[in-house]
């Protein structure tokens, strides 16, 4: 046979051909605001509703990281940096497998997002603000975790005693202390579907 034809199943398959098996287009939503913001919560019930439509997702968030494959990370600058770093990594694999990631971390320097959307690839990385004011993360404080920052219990938390510096051009922004969570989810989803959608 002749050397220079590859047979397809000599190699891996392409991400095109698992995009058009799963019928859709992958992407990777990357949720970026403070703790308490809301990211979560969106990416949570945007999950349910594009499921819902036919389209497979991965969620990603400190939950399902911090617990294994980064459960040697702290939150020091540095850390904060790795602990994106192999999230970004871990994305450009499932959207090589033509999943659609939603991923949500507080990330909060432009130095660190920009280091995930190099890895990740500007086509397919979309970055959402989820902007909440502090006050009112603090006063959500679902975690429990600004009323210990501010007793010093906790040390570098976003907001506090560590900066978050604001996308200077996100994709998306929502201003959740305008919105409910329901309008906050139909707001991505109907942002993203013309992105996702085969045509
Ligand atoms: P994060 O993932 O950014 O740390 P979470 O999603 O865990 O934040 O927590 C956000 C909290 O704020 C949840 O308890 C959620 O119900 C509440 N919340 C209130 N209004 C909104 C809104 N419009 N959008 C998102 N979350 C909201």
């Given at each position: 046979m002749d050397n220079n034809i590859h047979p397809i199943f000599d190699r891996l398959?392409?991400?095109?051909?698992?995009?058009?098996?799963?019928?859709?287009?992958?992407?990777?939503?990357?949720?970026?605001?403070?703790?308490?913001?809301?990211?979560?919560?969106?990416?949570?019930?945007?999950e349910k509703l594009l499921f819902s439509e036919g389209y497979f997702i991965q969620?990603?968030?400190?939950?399902?990281?911090?617990?294994?494959?980064?459960n040697n990370i702290g939150f020091s600058l540095e850390d904060r940096q790795e602990n994106i770093r192999r999230i970004a990594e871990v994305s450009k694999l499932f959207a090589d497998s033509g999943i659609i990631c939603l991923n949500s971390f507080v990330s909060p320097t432009i130095a660190i997002r920009n280091m995930a959307r190099t890895i990740i690839g500007d086509d397919d990385f979309i970055e959402i603000y989820v902007n909440t004011p502090l006050h009112i993360c603090e006063q959500r404080d679902v975690k429990g975790l600004y009323a210990k920052a501010r007793a010093g219990e906790l040390k570098g938390f976003t907001g506090i005693d560590s900066p978050f510096e604001p996308p200077q051009q996100p994709d998306l922004e929502l201003l959740t202390e305008n919105l409910t969570v329901e309008e906050g989810v139909r707001k991505v989803f109907n942002f993203v579907l013309p992105k996702i959608t085969r045509t």
């Amino acid at each position: 046979m002749d050397n220079n034809i590859h047979p397809i199943f000599d190699r891996l398959l392409g991400r095109s051909e698992k995009e058009n098996y799963l019928n859709q287009k992958s992407k990777v939503l990357w949720f970026t605001g403070l703790s308490g913001s809301g990211k979560s919560t969106i990416a949570q019930g945007l999950e349910k509703l594009l499921f819902s439509e036919g389209y497979f997702i991965q969620v990603l968030d400190g939950d399902n990281t911090r617990t294994g494959l980064n459960n040697n990370i702290g939150f020091s600058l540095e850390d904060r940096q790795e602990n994106i770093r192999r999230i970004a990594e871990v994305s450009k694999l499932f959207a090589d497998s033509g999943i659609i990631c939603l991923n949500s971390f507080v990330s909060p320097t432009i130095a660190i997002r920009n280091m995930a959307r190099t890895i990740i690839g500007d086509d397919d990385f979309i970055e959402i603000y989820v902007n909440t004011p502090l006050h009112i993360c603090e006063q959500r404080d679902v975690k429990g975790l600004y009323a210990k920052a501010r007793a010093g219990e906790l040390k570098g938390f976003t907001g506090i005693d560590s900066p978050f510096e604001p996308p200077q051009q996100p994709d998306l922004e929502l201003l959740t202390e305008n919105l409910t969570v329901e309008e906050g989810v139909r707001k991505v989803f109907n942002f993203v579907l013309p992105k996702i959608t085969r045509t």
